[in-house]
């Protein structure tokens, strides 16, 4: 901690010696990540009618919205460690969500940084914070927290110097990650007064869900959450302009993953892993420009530590999406792992307009046991309607069949709803070959830690850990659940399954 704030107060010094009476302000832009929990691309700007997203809207309208960004895994503890350290989750044995969290613990390799260290390092007064950290002076439990980091290994919080930037010397740039509930404000969004609330009636949902009437409330109440967060983001614009910093500040918005449903969060996907990513940045960024270039969601480090002058190291798999040297991506990959006490490994590979995906345990249903999912409303709704034959035949084949193919491949352009594999079409034999040996190669390049089976004392450890935090909270009932659900996972480890 020590060799930290010296690390600290040199690079503050460095900072002033530079500037010759240039002020930091001046000199280097500020950077704000705002990241939303639990969201598909459903705002206004990505063409969603039912919200009202004015703030979001306009960050679009005079940044740069990109139409093909998504993230490196569709759950929100393995996606935040592969934001914060600008790398695959899956190459720092990070993949399993909420994962090193009991007694047997991960530790990044040696070479392997936080961004916001790197930022901490050049000077940057750095931040986590939430929605609650955009009003000051902080009161209440927001006081001295830091905001959500959900970080699958050993980490230093002295890399954040505080949960926002009113405390920053005079002209000090800052780095904010400013973390805000999303998808998971279903509630609260319901019966909020400030915003218009979507008509249930008014909701198209995807044709995989069934028109019931809880999924069909789920996904009004769901909507609503849009509307909802871009009241934050506007604090957050009042908050600048009032500063009077916003046109020297760069704010990223993006989601941590998409909705939490059955085709969603969780999954590989299109609603699982694609997300609304917006670059905003006066003088900076080409206002009112689409890019539709393939974008995972850690290229935002990269590029953050562009604007701001700091070296990108070369170790790092996230790639800068500004500059002379930008090359796109060809493809980008997400991975699932393990998910709480579900055990799982997907990988998939999106090319243009082509998505394959891999199941590493084909012989498992869609919707394995897990208790955090199963007594959801929707789920049990999902599962009654099952059970009483009125899913159709395309939705019953999809969430409830017991197995799953071990391969998956769509054509997006003709099918964007990802409803007819094509494995198995001749006409597509060469794409197959190809998405195939993409994966294969990314597997052996990056060192994929999740082909190996998780060391059963770091699952146990993890679960015991996870069982602990729940007592008191949930029912006896739920905690046998996991404890069941458990046993199932051990038990198709040793069959095979």
């Known amino acids: 901690m020590i060799e930290r704030e010296m690390k600290r107060l040199a690079a503050i010094i460095w900072g002033l010696v ?25 705002y206004g700007c990505y063409g969603e009618p039912l919200v009202h997203t004015p703030h979001i809207d306009r960050l679009a309208e005079e940044g740069v919205k990109f139409t093909n960004a998504m ?29 090193g969290r009991g007694t047997e613990k991960i530790v990044l390799p040696e070479h392997v940084k936080l961004i916001a260290e790197y930022f901490q390092d050049a000077g940057y007064y750095t931040c986590l914070g939430s929605s609650g950290h955009l009003e000051v002076p ?13 970080y699958n290994f050993e980490w230093d919080e002295g890399v954040y110097d505080a949960p926002e930037w009113s405390g920053r010397a005079e002209g000090q740039p800052f780095f904010a990650q400013v973390m805000i509930s999303g998808g998971k404000a279903r509630n609260q969004a319901r019966v909020h007064e400030g915003i218009p609330h979507v008509e249930t009636e008014a909701v198209k949902l995807p044709p995989y869900y069934p028109d019931h009437p809880v999924v069909r409330e789920d996904w009004a109440a769901y909507l609503d959450t849009f509307s909802l967060m ?61 890019r539709d270039d393939l974008v995972a969601h850690i290229d935002i480090a990269a590029t953050s530590m ?50 394959y995906i891999r199941n590493g345990y ?7 046991p897990c208790a955090y999912k199963d007594k959801k409303e929707i789920y049990e709704a999902i599962r009654e309607w099952g059970e009483e034959g009125r899913l159709s035949e395309m939705q019953a084949a999809l969430l409830l069949a017991p197995e799953r193919a071990g391969e998956e491949l769509y054509d997006l352009e003709n099918d964007p709803w990802e409803l007819t594999n094509l494995v198995d079409d001749p006409d597509y034999k060469k794409e197959l070959r190809k998405m195939r040996k993409i994966l294969d190669g990314w ?34 009932e739920h905690l046998q659940t996991i404890r ?13 399954k």
Not at 74 to 89: D, E, F, I, K
Not at 138 to 150: E, F, I, N
Not at 320 to 336: C, F, H, K, N, T
């Open 18 to 42: 530079f500037g010759m009476g240039v002020t930091w302000a001046e000199e280097r832009p500020n950077i704000i990540w705002v990241v939303a929990e639990d969201q598909s691309r459903h």
């Open 71 to 99: 993230v490196t895994a569709p759950v929100c503890s393995t996606a935040r460690s592969a934001l914060a350290t600008g790398m695959y989750q899956t190459s720092i044995g990070a993949h399993h969500h909420r994962s």
């Open 138 to 150: 902080l009161k209440g439990k927001q006081v001295g927290r830091l905001g959500k980091s959900d």
């Open 230 to 290: 871009d009241l934050y983001v506007g604090q957050l614009m009042e908050r600048l302009e009032a500063e009077g910093i916003a046109n020297n500040t760069i704010i990223f918005f993006l989601t941590d993953h998409g909705v939490s449903h059955a085709r969603g969060k969780q999954f590989c996907y299109d609603e699982g892993i694609m997300v609304p990513l917006i670059m905003w940045g006066p003088g900076r960024v080409d206002a009112g420009t689409v």
């Open 306 to 355: 562009d604007f701001a002058g700091i070296e990108v190291p070369e170790y790092l798999e996230s790639r800068s999406l500004v500059g002379d040297g930008y090359e796109p991506r060809e493809y980008v990959v997400s991975a699932r792992d393990r998910c709480d006490e579900t055990y799982d490994r997907i990988r998939s590979v999106r090319t243009g307009n082509l998505k």
């Open 362 to 368: 084909p012989g498992r249903p869609h919707l394995q």
């Open 443 to 476: 597997i052996e390049e990056t060192g994929d830690q999740g082909q190996e089976v998780e060391a059963m004392a770091m699952y146990d450890s993890d679960m015991e850990l996870y069982l602990d935090g729940l007592k008191g909270k949930k029912p006896p």
């Open 484 to 496: 069941d659900n458990i046993a199932t996972m051990k038990r198709w480890w040793e069959e095979g």
